[in-house]
């Protein structure tokens, strides 16, 4: 859902500093008792940073002075500047960000009546050329650092003035952007550490999740690395269709990525993994694709599965289901007992819907149009 355009600048502005946001907690002790201090007051600038979302170390009022100056001289709190950011009429809102090198990302967050779910990217481009999704024609670019990930949530936190704990505006963080995080292993486990930390946003391991093609190894690591929700992209029941859809399938086909998942769920009490499934007209939304996908179910009583009507792009030679398709396909699956939701689209008055980028990264011109204004002072906001 996430777009990259090109910018000619570097957007930190603070090179040869420390980026504090590229640390998670352990990291950030370390890198406090390596310049001489108490690995504590790690733990007091971590609050301030994502409990008061602070990037002024001289607003840091209980951290001693000569701590204040020492920061300030050789580190920074440096999220992704936002270029711009756009509201849609849904609530749904979403911001350009700059990243090193000139390259930008979006992260979208989608209010809902009992939740605030932000999705995030964890690469620029994607190299898995996922057939349905438009990252795959933008080819990729390179992984996003611990600091861009995390970032991406520090700036629509601020944005959003939300709080920890109580009334949290963003209550979930899903990797569902740009990339796919299970090739950003180390930089994506440390920012949802963070996400997940007491002393960052705290979020329950349930509130946080990571949404893969399919990587069956990673898969694994992962679930020995940190405690946090899994989703699937599966998209079909059969080999032949979904090597076609998701070539990562042809490394690691259904039987093998399902074992992984069960692998999953085995080391998890009371666990449950979301199948994904993008409904594309005529190509995996009829009534034998949902049988396929029953009888894989059959095995995964404690899953559930969560359709996404396709969301076009230019150039895209799939379309949307209809709506008659999308309501039979889940009745069926209803009816043999797997339970399915439905994800609304959300967003796509601003193109902030799952795989809606490539409209934008065709415009580039206006988008660095928009970035010179916003460097020559004027404030640019898309909407
Ligand atoms: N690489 C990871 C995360 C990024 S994609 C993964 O594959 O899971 C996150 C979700 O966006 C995927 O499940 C995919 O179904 C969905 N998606 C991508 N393009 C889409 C499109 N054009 N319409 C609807 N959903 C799309």
Redesign the pocket.
Known sequence: ?NQVVAIPSDPTGAAGKVNLLDFDRQGLRDFFTQIGEKPYRAEQVMKWIYHHLEDDFGKMTDVGKALRAKLEATCYVGPPKTLFEKAAQDGTHKWLLGMDGGSAVEAVYIPEPTRGTLCVSSQIG?G?N?Q???TATQGFNRNLSTAEVIGQMWVAAKYLGNVTHQNRRITNVV???M???LLNFDNVVKAMSLMRDDLGFGLASKRVTL???GLVPMIDKLSESIDVSL?V?L?AANDELRTELVPLNKRYPIAELMAACQRWLARRARTSITF?Y?LMKGVNDQPEHARQLIKLMRRMPTCKVNL?P??P?PGTRFERSGADDIRAFQTQLLNAGVLTMLRRTRGDDIDAA??QLKGQVLDRTRRQAEFRKRLEGGVAHAS
Request: aromatic share 12%; proline share 4%.
């Open positions: 859902m994607c898995l996922c349905f999704c438009s990797m569902m952007g990339g796919e995080p949404s893969t093609a989703a992209s998209h994904e993008t996404i396709f969301n792009f799952c795989g």
